[in-house]
Structures are given as C-alpha cells and as structure tokens.
C-alpha cells in the first residue's frame, strides 16, 4: 500500500515533535510536506532568550537541521504561507499558488503576539518578541546601543529585558499588574523578583498603562497615562500571545479561542489534527511547551491508528530562563477557599517558598532563590498525593522528609520513577535510567541524544547528571571524554597518555593493547593514532601511510573532481624568476588548468592529473621546489610583509624572520594544520593577529601571538609574551609548537587546544626557563627526522602503486 | 559478452595492492577500486561515490569498508551499501583470487554502459 500524504501547516516545535514521534513509530507511513511561513529550518523557540543575550548561537538551538528533512523525504516548502483549506477537495493552498493534498492535515499555526493597538504601535521600531527574525531585529538595534522599553513583565518580557540589558542596552520594564509575573507568583514572590531585575540596573515600571508610543519617522517615547514619558529608541512589547486561528475559521472548522480540538486532538472535520499553541482543548489554550509535547504524542499515535491514545490535559509549571535568578510557579495559588498555605522565608538567603494545600494534598507551589526540589513538588501536584503523614516538614523537601543525611543525590533517589525531571520534553525519572541501563549510556549528551531529556531549556541538567550518578554508581565521571571513535571507549586524553606511559609503538599495538572493540579501526580513529605515535616516537615509529588522509598519503590535495592541487614551498613567500619559470613550465607540460594564489599566499596549480604527479614533482625539485605541505595537518605558511627591507614603517627584518620560521618549522606534523604569519609592524599587514601563531614586530622586539582562528570560527589571537630577540622568539614558537603537538586532540587547531588547556597555563609553562627548553629541544629533536621532502621521494618512485592504474583497456574484449 | 556465465578477468597479483589499500584498474568502461583488506580480502567496486563522484579507491580502508575522501561516507565493500543514514549504494563486482592473482567479474560494469 502507498504511503498516506500528510499536510502539516508550520514548523514549530509541536510540528517538529508529532513527527519525531511519527517517524519513530511508523516511518514509513506518511508522505510529509510541511509548509512554514519563517524561511528556516524547526529550532528550539524557548530557547530565543538565550540567543539574545548572547549565551547561545542560532545553530545551538537547531532540533531539525536540513539532513533530517532529506533523511525523512520531506517535502518542506519555507517561507511560503497557506492561505487556504479546501475541505472538499483535501488541499491546502499557499500564497504562492502552491498547492499539496492531503489525506491527513495537521494545524499547528501556533500563536502570534498580542501588540496593543495604542497610537504609534505600528512604527518602526517597535517590536514583538516571538521568533528568530525578532531577535535579529533587537540584536542589531543593540549594536547601536540606546535605550530599551520592554512592555510587559511577564516570563517572555523579563527574559528579553536581561536580554536587551546583557547587549547593553539602558532597559526599562513597563508593567499593568502591581506584580511582575503576576500570573505565575505571588505578591512576595515577584517582589523579591523585581529586586533581583533591579539589581540588574533595570528600571521597573508596575501598575503602568501604556498611552502611546511617540515618534515620527521611527519610535522615539513610550508615554504612560500618568504622563511619564520614557525615551526608547527600541520597544519590544511582549504583552501575551493569542492563538492563529484564522485559516481554521475561514475553513469553518469550530474555533473558540483557540482551534477547538477533543481529546484526540482532531478538530471538528476527523482528518484535521490540530497541535499546539493555536490549539483549544478543554478550554485551555496553553504557550509552553510541556502541554505541547504531551499533545504530540497523542497526534502521532492518532496518525498512526492508536485510537485509545489521548490527551486529557496538562499541569503546567513554569521556570524563568535567567542566568542567577531561580523562580518556579506550578499549579493553583490564586487564594480562594479551603485554602491552607504553608510559606517559608529567609530574607538573608533570598529564599521564598510557598506551598498551596487543600484537603492535604499540594495544589500550587511558588518557590524563589532555591528551586532544586521542585521536580519533587511538582509530581506531589501531579499525582495528587496524600501528604498528612509529613505535611509538617514538607516544606523543606524530599531530603528532610526521608529523613536521610543531606545528600545532593537523595533527593533524586528518593524521586518516584513517574517524576517528571524533564518538562520540556516530558521525560520521567524511570524512562531516563532504563535508557542509561539499556543503550549503556555514560554521558549527558548520550542521555539528550536518546530521551531528550535537558535537551531543550537545560534548567534540568543538573537533576539529569544526578540521575546518570546514580544509575551508574562509581562509573560515572562527569568530566569523562568523549571517545576518540566508535571503536574505543578511551578518549584522545587517555589514548596519548597510554601510548607514551605502556611504550606503544604501532597502530596494531594500541588496538590490541588498548582493547579496540574493532579489528582495524576506522578513518577516525587511524589517522589520529597515527600521529599520536608519529609525536610520541620520532625516529621510531614507521609512519603509516594506509592511516592517513589521502592528501598526506600522496603529498597533493584531492579536488571534488579526484584531480589534485599542488603548492610548492616559497619561503616566507619569497621567490625567484627562476621559480616562476619552473612554474609556468611545468603548468604548460602538464596542461594545468588553474593556477591561482592561495590564502596563504603561495601558487597553488590545480587540476593534476594524478599520474601526473611525479612528473610535476620531479621539474619542481629541479628548480630547487619543494612541497608546500598545503594538504598536511602540519605546518603550511608563514606569510609576512616586507618589513624593514622595503617598507618605510617596518620596525625588524619581518621577511627574514618569516624565511627562518618555516625553514625551522617546517615538515613538522601536528594535531590539524599550522599557519603563522609575521607582521613587520602593528600595522599588521601579514594579519599575524587572526594565524595560529603570530609575530607583530615592534621597536623594542617581538610580540609573540597564539591561538586565532579566521575559518568557520573567527577569532583574534591572545598574547603569548613579547622577546626582544629574533634568536628567543624562534625559541618560543619552536616550544609553543611542540607543547601543542604533545597535548592537542587531532583535529583541534591551536584555538581549540587553547580553549580546552587554558591560555593561562600555556603562558606559564613557557614562561618557566626548564620547561621552555625542554619543549624546544624535544621539537628540534623531532624535526631532525621529518625535513625530507615527500615530493623528491616519490618523484623518485616510492609508493609507485599509487600513481600507476592497471590498465585493462584490451582485456575486456576478449573476456 | 554478458551471459549467464561469469566473465573473469585477472587483473593483478594480490601484492599489487597495499594491505589496507587499492589501485585503480582502469577499463574502457570506466574505472574500477580493488580494495585489499589488512585480512588479505579482495573487493572490487566502481570508483565513483554515488553520493557526489569521490574516488574511492582513495578512500582510507578499514575493516571490510571503505570511506570515501571527498565527504566520508562509509561504503560495505561486501554490499556496496553506506553504512549510517545515507541510503547510498556502489556498484561492487564478484572477485576470485586463486594462486595470488586477483580475477574480477566485469560483466555488470560493460553492462552498465
């Protein structure tokens, strides 16, 4: 039978969810187009907060990148907006004039921002706070810095004034109710609350209607209606959001509030679901994500012909997402009667509990300054339990009333298997130990990858790593590595250190020694245990050709048609009409195609054949040419200015130095690629401040550079020391570069490696005379071993077979 | 020249090819990796990644796979199949290795054509 077609209108998170449930159970079951009004792939929507303060990246909070799409067979159309349903003939229609049938349509238009329609709303500048597009507008308005009005102080308004505060901005929150959060805290709670916002230099604004917003060409003011006038040259107003309901009422479905849907989540047609934040169920609408999550589940089981499956409703609980301030709100704490409260306070601490009981059982809870029990209390909530048996000290948790000694992981041992650690996603303590057990987990990424338990907010990590300790017992390290690959448990820290403390010399030895779970490992692992042995044991270990990247097993790099590049060496970037010649020569013999000059400004002839090339070699080496090593994850270039020689600012010999560095350098394998530049003055011009290492030449000598980055990931280089002689400065690198292949994981660049040891310790442990000598005397020990040029070798007829096809031409004829 | 019966044809020794390693054989009909395993294996597949055109006879070998130098897809050199998600499949030939010389089954690479 042929796949159903299934229409889903957005690409949110509760989309997003209902197929990772539909594909886990049936994958196969559906055809799927989605249409998405935002141009983007599905990212994680409460996690905007983060972005705009700077603490995450767009790319952080992707749930569905592109490969998942295509991995699915989805049709995904973005930025393209259905306008309508055709019930009569199953199709959706979209602004375009695209058009998709279905057998099965799923609604999940989500919500949009309440703007209040006061004078001024629609200028620009004003803001809502709802999608990607919204925090790119705000990011960019930070980059001018200013002043912020926030309108509102709820949850999403108050994560947007850290936000806007943390970009620098002078922010300012407007708010109706006398009560920040009003809907989720009490009035002690959200007056501690506003302390803690104030404290972060922002100014609060309670019980303050919004009149009008000013300006002419753009936002200018923010007037109250007590007269108060608040210069902004940003308002972003998050005042609430109401759900898109619009395409399901021009399609006459029934529609409340939100869409209304029964406990199997169709609408009033049978073959259209409905998910979500436009959803109305029982009543309800809700805006965060735990109900959504619940709601997917059911959809997905519905899809897939589970009928008893339903949604009866969700509990909800709220966490607000600011870095240092903990507030926690679930259930019912509106006073009304046969209402018993039990509330804690200590005001030095900054600590405020609320417990809401009725009948002895826990209905609401508010908690401020300390909210590392509330997965205890909100399951209390959940399951309605009976709590006359210790109500007298329930308010100080778990831990007091199993009567244990305080222990961080008690309170989690003493959770229920039904507990909820993780709201987000819906993920209980029992699903997420049977997992550990099951799949043989070890770390928190493993865990997220598998339950998706932390995986969305992270307020729960802390509760997820408590559960890993406590189902693996002594196993679990919380700082344990990540293995170098499938075929080993070890990561890249313990394989290095054991090579060098059990003497291990060949790749054979390690995967036997080492107990590699497979027979000869793979392209991971291989050509990072190479050069682990090839550092460890210079002189000693045979370099394994078969472990290594094609471009260092034939000296060239491999192009996307499978011809290869070739860069000969040109010291400091110095060269020669003779060199020139040789060159052009050798491009008109072997008819290259392209030749162009590299970033690191070298000739670079691409398009060899890769017969051809020994034979290029070989002319090269006549012209005195050797290989640049442009393919190696090893030293390439050191570019340089003209320096003193030429230039009318240079205050040392830039090119010189450049010529001695790569002549001292050069050969040397290291953990990924090596790029260094030297500048003949801070004016900089060989860009030495963005190379793995750099030299700035000034008056009194040689400021030494380490760590940039100017790929994927731009950074600027940190100070490593200044010297005052060129002798010492050669010392220096010759050390840092040892000190780097000794400690770096392969495929880390200096950054990298920086970033995990600590730029501090590398410039103390050089900053040692004995240390710095002995990094530097292990690395020109090494490099008495690797300054042969690879390109004269096999120009002269080592590793023939690889240049040499089998031809058969003939042989198929006759066959 | 296609058939029922299989179409062997000797290419080389097994020591031509590096353990861990291949050659390319090249044919009228395009060319061909012979992949040597460091169990002494022989496998044959098209050169030609049918994700975007990688050689892969330049792939590095490990176990019974090999993967391909452009992008890293990982091919079953029994089955020709990508190991992971992907859902790519080479083409791979019968091979025979009888006193040390390999004979590979090129009747479904001239078919192909």
């Not at chain 1, 049938?101 to 500048?125: E, F, N, Q």
């Not at chain 1, 190479?530 to 078969?546: M, S």
């Not at chain 1, 400091?572 to 060159?583: F, H, K, P, Y």
Request: net charge negative; hydrophobic share 40%.
């Amino acid at each position: 039978m042929s796949s159903q077609r299934l229409v889903v209108i957005g690409n949110g998170m509760a989309p997003g969810r209902v197929l990772d449930h539909l594909f886990e159970r049936a994958p196969d079951a559906y055809d799927v187009t989605i249409f998405n009004a935002e141009p983007r792939v599905n990212y994680d929507r409460i996690m905007l907060s983060p972005v705009l303060s700077g603490e995450k990246r767009f790319e952080d909070i992707i749930i569905h990148n592109e490969e998942w799409y295509k991995e699915h067979h989805i049709t995904l159309h973005c930025g393209k907006r259905v306008v309508a349903i055709d019930r009569d003939s199953n199709t959706v229609v979209a602004d375009d004039g695209t058009r998709a049938a279905y057998d099965k349509l799923l609604i999940a238009t989500g919500s949009t921002p309440i703007m209040i329609p006061v004078p001024g709303h629609d200028l620009p500048g004003v803001l809502s706070y709802r999608d990607l597009d919204d925090v790119e507008a705000m990011l960019s308005a930070c980059q001018k810095g200013g002043r912020a009005v926030v309108i509102g102080g709820g949850l999403l308004g108050l994560e947007a004034a850290v936000g806007l505060k943390m970009q620098g901005m002078d922010v300012t929150v407007v708010h109706l109710a006398p009560t920040l959060m009003e809907r989720q805290l009490d009035e002690a709670a959200g007056h501690l609350l506003r302390k803690a916002i104030e404290a972060r230099d922002i100014v609060v604004h309670t019980q303050a209607n919004t009149k009008d917003i000013l300006g002419t060409e753009r936002v200018e003011a923010v007037r109250l209606d007590n007269g108060t006038v608040i210069e902004a040259d940003l308002v972003c107003m998050a005042v609430g959001i109401r759900p898109s309901v619009a395409l399901a009422k021009d399609a006459y479905l029934d529609v409340g509030r939100g869409i209304v849907v029964g406990d199997d989540l169709r609408t009033s047609d049978p073959d259209i679901f409905a998910v979500g934040e436009c959803v109305e169920h029982r009543g309800q609408c809700y805006g965060l994500v735990a109900p959504l999550y619940e709601m997917a589940k059911v959809v997905a089981a519905q899809l897939t012909g589970d009928a008893d499956m339903a949604y009866t409703g969700s509990v909800t609980s709220t966490k607000l997402k600011v870095t240092g301030v903990d507030v926690f709100s679930a259930g019912d704490f509106q006073q009304t009667d046969g209402i018993e409260e039990v509330v804690l306070r200590d005001a030095a601490k900054g600590v405020y509990k609320r417990l809401v009981l009725q009948d002895d059982r826990l209905v609401g809870a508010v908690f401020y300054g300390d909210t590392k029990d509330s997965a205890w209390f909100f399951q209390h909530i959940k399951d309605g339990t009976d709590v006359s048996e210790y109500r007298d000290t329930l308010i100080f948790g778990p831990t007091f009333a199993s009567g244990d000694a305080v222990d961080p992981l008690a309170a989690v041992a003493a959770l229920p298997g039904d507990a909820e650690i993780c709201g987000c996603n819906g993920v209980c303590k029992s699903a997420i130990q049977d997992t550990i057990t099951r799949e043989g987990l070890t770390s928190l990424d493993d865990v997220r990858v598998h339950t998706k338990a932390s995986a969305s907010c992270g307020s729960c990590t802390g509760l997820v790593e408590q559960i890993l300790a406590l189902t693996l017992g002594d196993e679990f390290d919380p700082d344990a590595a990540k293995p170098i690959c499938g075929c080993t448990e070890l990561g890249h820290d313990a394989v290095r250190r054991l090579i060098v403390a059990g003497e291990i010399k060949s790749i054979p030895d390690v995967m036997q020694q080492l107990n590699w779970k497979t027979s000869c490992g793979c392209s991971k692992c291989r050509p990072a245990l190479n050069f682990y042995l090839v550092c460890a044991w210079p002189g000693e270990y045979e370099d394994d050709g078969q472990s290594r990247f094609i471009n260092e097993r034939v000296h060239a790099n491999i192009q996307k048609d499978g011809t290869y590049s070739v860069v000969p060496r040109m010291w400091g970037g110095m060269t020669t009409a003779q060199e020139l010649r040789a060159i052009a020569d050798v491009v008109d013999k072997y008819e290259i195609p392209t030749v162009k000059c590299t970033g690191g400004a070298r000739i670079d002839m691409l398009g060899v054949k890769k017969e051809d090339l020994p034979g290029v070699w070989a002319a090269l080496n006549q012209a005195g040419l050797v290989s640049g090593h442009a393919y190696a994850k090893g030293l390439r270039t050191v570019k340089s200015c003209v320096g003193t020689d030429w230039c009318r600012f240079g205050t040392q010999d830039s090119t010189g130095l450049a010529v001695k560095l790569e002549r001292f350098l050069w050969g040397s394998w290291t953990p990924h690629k090596v790029k260094l530049g030297v500048s003949g003055c801070p004016r900089n011009c060989a860009e030495a401040t963005c190379k793995d290492i750099g030299v700035v030449c000034v008056d009194s000598g040689y400021e030494i550079h380490f760590a940039g980055a100017a790929g994927m990931h731009v950074k600027a280089t940190d100070h490593l020391c200044t010297i005052e002689s060129e002798e010492k400065t050669i010392i220096y690198i010759g050390a840092l570069m040892q000190m780097y292949r000794e400690q770096g994981w392969y495929l880390d660049r200096i950054y990298k490696w920086a970033a995990k040891v600590g730029v501090d310790y590398i410039r103390e442990t050089l900053a040692k005379p004995e240390e710095l000598k002995a990094y530097y005397d292990r690395f020109v020990y090494s490099q008495q071993f690797m300054q042969d040029d690879p390109w004269a070798v096999r120009a002269a007829g080592k590793d023939a077979h690889e240049f040499t096809p089998i031809t058969l031409g003939s042989k198929m004829e006759t066959a | 020249m296609s058939g029922p019966e299989p179409a062997w044809v000797a290419v080389c020794g097994v020591i031509e090819i590096p353990q861990r390693g291949s050659r390319v054989l090249k044919t009228d009909a395009g060319c061909v990796a012979l992949f040597r395993t460091a169990k002494d294996d022989v496998f044959a597949a098209r050169d030609h990644c049918p994700h975007k055109g990688g050689p892969l006879s330049q792939g590095i070998v490990h176990d019974r796979a090999v993967a391909c130098p452009l992008h890293n897809v990982v091919f079953d050199l029994d089955t020709g199949l990508a190991r992971g998600p992907d859902q790519y499949q080479v083409q791979t030939f019968p091979v025979k290795v009888e006193d040390g010389v390999v004979s590979v089954d090129l009747r479904a690479l001239a078919e192909a054509r």
